[in-house]
């Protein structure tokens, strides 16, 4: 057994040197080893994936129950596979172990058709988590295709596209959820159609327009509202100078909550007045203006009421340990500040109608929609256009004249 505990003993300096230190992980990691080394004990068995898997099988039951339990077999998991890749020399970063991975397609022609369009995506500059979700929902696709004898997309019909919502996998789906795959599989479609894979340029249009993806109106904070939330009494205490520069942040520059609660001092430029950072979500780097409220807010809290931390993060949570925050408890910041407010001035109590309120102010400023994309970090040039709606003024310029279309009076009643 000296072996293994040597194992655990480098896999678990392997985890901290990854920047780990979450007390929880390292607690849960040393647990399952105690409790894999004892099965090995009892068992008289070395360490390896067949007694590791062996040993896990144990807990399969706790995958099917409560919250607590399923994070207990997860955790479990984890450790397993954290030994595993140590022992074979795999293990240089600390990363996410998918549950469920997508079955590929059996056909060499579907499989190809599969990595041609990952590698659209990623030259496309997809994140990481865009790039797997669609390859689940392409893979599901091309699998249905395979049961349907459809043995060449080059046989794909209107019919058939229409028909996959109809499959099993979908039973039971909340529509959101629906709506993701529709959207995933109609830019599929098109990138086949641009490519001349399909003689059918029409084929995105059999999705039923049911699981369309919904544009929703863009909702922000009212004038009244963002001039209260800013001169609040509870953001000059220590805690609320935290909070006011997180929310300023948000309301001045647009920066998502989780690159807010991913800063590190390494990201501000002081002497250029500067914040670049590499997003969390796209992966794109930005460099925004270090304005002057968003830079005072940020002194105060770092030299007034930051407590002393090794944390390489600007923000930290309130209580000990002292350690980063993370998104979850942002959320919560925006609901003690925002919850004040009546409906008509703030709509969502969210942290992103900040980030809403900050492309709108743009836009009311008459900067081009490639200008505040850019400062966005969006992936898409165009995605800022949505914020256009916001701008009442110039709308009502695309009003469309109602000259020339009689009507009675008693119509109109």
């Not at 930290?316 to 408890?329: D, E, I, Q």
């Amino acid at each position: 057994m000296d072996d293994f505990k040597e194992l655990s003993k480098a896999t678990l300096a392997e985890v901290k040197a990854f920047g780990i230190k979450s007390r929880t992980v390292i607690k849960n990691f040393e647990r399952s080893c105690r409790l894999l080394e004892a099965f090995l004990q009892e068992n008289d068995l070395e360490f390896s994936a067949e007694s590791a898997e062996q040993w896990l099988s144990g807990f399969m039951s706790l995958k099917e129950e409560t919250h607590s339990q399923r994070h207990l077999y997860l955790s479990h998991r984890r450790a397993l596979l954290l030994l595993l890749e140590l022992q074979n020399g795999q293990l240089d970063e600390w990363k996410v172990y998918p549950t469920k991975t997508a079955q590929r397609p059996t056909t060499e022609h579907y499989a190809d058709l599969l990595d041609q369009y990952k590698q659209h995506l990623i030259l496309e500059g997809m994140s990481e988590a865009t790039i797997t979700f669609a390859m689940r929902v392409v893979s599901m696709f091309f699998r249905y295709l395979e049961s349907m004898e459809i043995d060449s997309i080059s046989k794909l019909t209107a019919i058939n596209v229409s028909d996959f919502w109809g499959h099993d996998v979908f039973s039971g789906r909340k529509p959101m959820g629906v709506q993701a795959y529709a959207f995933k599989l109609k830019r599929l479609l098109l990138f086949l159609e641009d490519k001349g894979i399909v003689c059918n340029k029409h084929l995105h249009l059999a999705i039923p327009k049911v699981f369309a993806k919904q544009v929703s109106i863009v909702t922000t904070l009212s004038h009244g509202a963002e001039q209260k939330l800013i001169s609040n009494d509870k953001l000059s205490d220590p805690l609320g100078k935290r909070d006011q520069a997180m929310i300023l942040l948000a309301l001045r520059l647009g920066v998502r909550r989780s690159d807010i609660v991913g800063l590190k001092f390494s990201n501000i430029n002081w002497q250029n007045d500067t914040i670049t950072l590499i997003q969390q979500k796209t992966k794109v780097p930005v460099t925004l203006p270090l304005i002057t409220d968003v830079g005072n807010a940020l002194m105060d809290y770092i030299l007034d009421s930051r407590v002393d931390s090794d944390a390489d993060e600007i923000f930290l949570r309130g209580y000990a340990p002292y350690k980063a925050m993370k998104p979850s408890s942002v959320s919560k910041v925006s609901l003690k500040y925002l919850s004040e407010f009546e409906q008509d001035d703030c709509p969502e109590k969210g942290f992103h109608i900040l980030r809403r309120t900050a492309a709108t102010k743009l836009f009311e400023n008459h900067v081009p929609s490639s200008i505040i994309s850019a400062s966005l970090g969006h992936l898409d040039p165009n995605s800022a256009d949505v914020y256009l709606s916001t701008d009442s003024k110039r709308m009502r310029k695309c009003a469309l004249s109602l000259y020339g279309i009689g009507c009675t009076r008693e119509e109109l009643l």
